[in-house]
C-alpha cells in the first residue's frame, strides 16, 4: 500500500497563498499522510526567512539589546498567515513563551527551532492532521551525534498512532531534553528520518524548483532537467556543490531504499527528479550531471625514485592531517604526486604545510599552485561505456582549456578533471555541449 511523506521547505511555506497549494497537493491524495514542515522562507527577494530573523533575535538578546522590532516582525509573518487562511489558532502565549526563553539563555538551537515549530503547528491545523513535537520523536547523542536508532524506534511507534500528522522539520532533542538543530537546511533530514519511521513508498520533498538540473543555470544556459538519479550519483554532485536536497538527507531513507522526489510547490504537474538506490533505467544521456567548484590549490611533490619508499604518501597526508587540511584528491605519477586542497583551507597554513612535507619527506621539489577548478562529470551510463574519457578530453582540448588533473575512481561513476579556474566556465559550457547538446 502506498504511503507518502512530505517535506515542504521555506518558500513552499513562506506565506498563506503557499500554505494553500500545499494543502491542495497534500488533500489530492490520501496516501501523503505525514508532513514535514519548515519554517517561513522569503517571499520574495530581499525578504527574510524567519530563521534567519530568529537567529537575529538570539544575537540581539545575547548582546542586551532590544529584541522587540525583529521578534514583532517573526510574529506578524506567523499572524498574517492565520489570518489569511481564517484559522482559529492563538499563538500568544506560544511567542510569550518563545519570547521569555530568548531572554533567558534558552540556547541557540531553541531559538531557531521555533520557526519550524509554529509554522508545523499553524499547518496541521489548517490541514486537520496532528501535531507531533519534533523534540519527543526525534533524538541526538550526548556528543551531539544523530541517534538513529532510538529515533527511528519512537517515532515510528509515534506514526502508527496517527493517520495523518505534521512534525516540524530541523530539530530534535539531547539526551536532558535541551533542543538540537541540525545544520541549516536540515528540515529535509527530518523528512527522511520520517520516511524510513513510517515505512514510507516515496519520500516527496517539495521545494521551489522542478528537481535537479544536469548543470548549474547560472553557467549553462536552460539545462536539462534530471529525470532519475541514484544516491550515489547524487552523492557525487553534491559534493561538489549542486544543492536542492541537504546531503544528509539521503542515509536515512538510503537505509530502507525509499526513493526520494524533488517535486515544485509552485509547479506541481511537473513530475521532478527521482532519487533511486538503484535503476536499469537507461538515461537520455550517457552523463547524469556536471558539477564543479573553484578555489582550489595542488600541492605537487617531486622526489626522484618515489614509487619505492614505503610510506610516504602517508607521510604526507599526516603533515595535512596535523594541520587540520582535509584533501580533496591525491593523483600521482612515478616520480611525483599532487595533492589537491582548498585554497581557503590551506592559506594560513601553507608555509607550516610546505614545511612539514619538506621535514617528513625530504622531497626534491615541493610547490603550490593556486587557481584550480574541478570539474566532476557523474554517471552511472558512464560505467563501461567506451571512450567517455575521450570525449570529454577532446572537448576541452577543442575549446582551448588544459587539463592540470584527471582522476576517475574505480567505481566509474564519474571522471573529476582539474582546469585553471579562468577556464572553469568553458570547460562546463564545452562538455554539456558535447554530452547533451
Ligand atoms: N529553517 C531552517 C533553515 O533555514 C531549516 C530548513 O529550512 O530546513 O535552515
Redesign the pocket.
Known amino acids: 500500500m502506498s504511503l507518502k511523506v512530505l517535506k515542504f521547505?521555506?518558500s513552499s511555506l513562506a506565506d498563506a497563498e503557499h500554505f494553500r497549494s500545499v494543502a491542495e497537493i497534500v488533500k489530492s491524495d490520501p496516501a501523503r499522510r505525514y508532513v514535514v514542515a519548515?519554517?517561513p522562507g522569503k517571499r520574495m527577494s530581499g525578504d527574510s526567512?524567519v530563521?534567519d530573523l530568529l537567529y537575529k533575535c538570539y544575537a540581539l538578546a545575547c548582546d542586551d539589546e532590544d529584541i522587540t522590532e525583529v521578534f514583532d516582525e517573526i510574529k506578524a509573518r506567523y499572524n498574517s498567515i492565520i489570518e489569511e487562511l481564517g484559522i482559529e489558532l492563538d499563538l500568544t502565549e506560544a511567542y510569550e513563551k518563545i519570547r521569555f526563553s530568548m531572554l533567558h539563555n534558552s540556547g541557540r538551537d531553541y531559538v531557531a527551532s521555533r520557526?519550524?515549530y509554529l509554522n508545523a503547528m499553524i499547518l496541521a491545523k489548517y490541514l486537520g492532521f496532528d501535531f507531533i513535537d519534533a523534540k519527543k520523536v526525534v533524538f541526538f547523542n550526548e556528543d551531539g551525534t544523530f541517534n538513529a536508532e532510538r529515533t527511528n524506534d519512537v517515532m515510528r511507534d509515534a506514526l502508527s498512532t496517527r493517520e495523518y500528522a505534521v512534525i516540524p522539520?530541523?530539530y530534535g532533542s539531547m539526551p536532558n531534553g535541551t533542543i538540537k538543530t541540525f545544520s541549516?537546511?536540515?528540515?529535509?533530514i527530518t523528512g527522511s528520518i520520517v520516511a524510513r519511521a513510517a515505512s514510507a513508498t516515496l519520500y516527496e520533498n517539495w521545494t521551489d524548483v522542478s528537481g535537479f538540473l544536469m548543470a548549474d543555470p547560472r553557467i549553462i544556459d536552460n539545462p536539462k532537467p534530471i529525470k532519475t538519479i541514484t544516491y550515489k550519483e547524487l552523492r557525487e554532485l553534491s559534493y561538489m556543490g549542486a544543492t536542492v536536497l541537504h546531503e544528509d538527507a539521503i542515509f536515512p531513507v538510503r537505509y530502507s531504499k525509499i526513493p526520494i522526489n524533488i517535486r515544485n510547490t509552485n509547479s506541481p504537474d511537473d513530475k521532478g527528479t527521482f532519487i533511486v538506490p538503484e535503476t536499469d533505467e537507461i538515461s537520455d544521456y550517457i552523463i547524469t550531471g556536471i558539477a564543479g567548484k573553484t578555489g582550489f590549490s595542488n600541492i605537487t611533490i617531486e622526489k626522484a625514485m618515489m614509487n619505492s619508499e614505503l610510506g610516504l604518501g602517508r607521510k604526507v597526508l599526516q603533515v595535512l592531517e596535523e594541520n587540520n587540511v582535509s584533501f580533496e584528491h591525491f593523483p600521482s605519477g612515478i616520480d611525483t604526486m599532487t595533492v589537491v586542497v582548498s585554497t581557503k583551507a590551506l592559506q594560513d597554513k601553507r608555509a607550516d604545510v610546505l614545511a612539514g612535507i619538506c621535514k617528513n619527506i625530504n622531497p626534491d621539489n615541493v610547490f603550490v599552485e593556486e587557481n584550480l577548478a574541478l570539474v566532476a562529470i557523474v554517471g552511472r551510463g558512464m560505467v563501461k561505456a567506451k571512450g567517455t574519457a575521450a570525449r570529454i578530453f577532446v572537448a576541452l582540448a577543442e575549446a582551448g582549456v588544459n587539463i592540470r588533473m584527471i582522476d576517475q575512481g574505480s567505481s566509474e561513476l564519474n571522471i573529476i578533471v582539474g582546469v585553471d579556474a579562468n577556464d572553469y566556465v568553458t570547460a562546463l559550457n564545452a562538455i554539456y555541449k558535447e554530452f547533451v547538446k
Open positions: 521547505g521555506g519548515s519554517a526567512k530563521t520557526g519550524e522539520g530541523f541549516r537546511g536540515g528540515s529535509d
